[in-house]
């Protein structure tokens, strides 16, 4: 079983990659 670190740091990877990748969608319309 993963840790809550190690759950809060595949989160926050996952969180930032969504983000990058919705800000580049809206910045090419």
Do not use: C, F, G, K
């Amino acid at each position: 079983m993963p840790t809550s670190q190690t759950w809060s740091y595949m989160l926050s990877h996952i969180v930032a990659s969504v983000l990058d990748r919705v800000l580049h969608e809206s910045n090419m319309t």
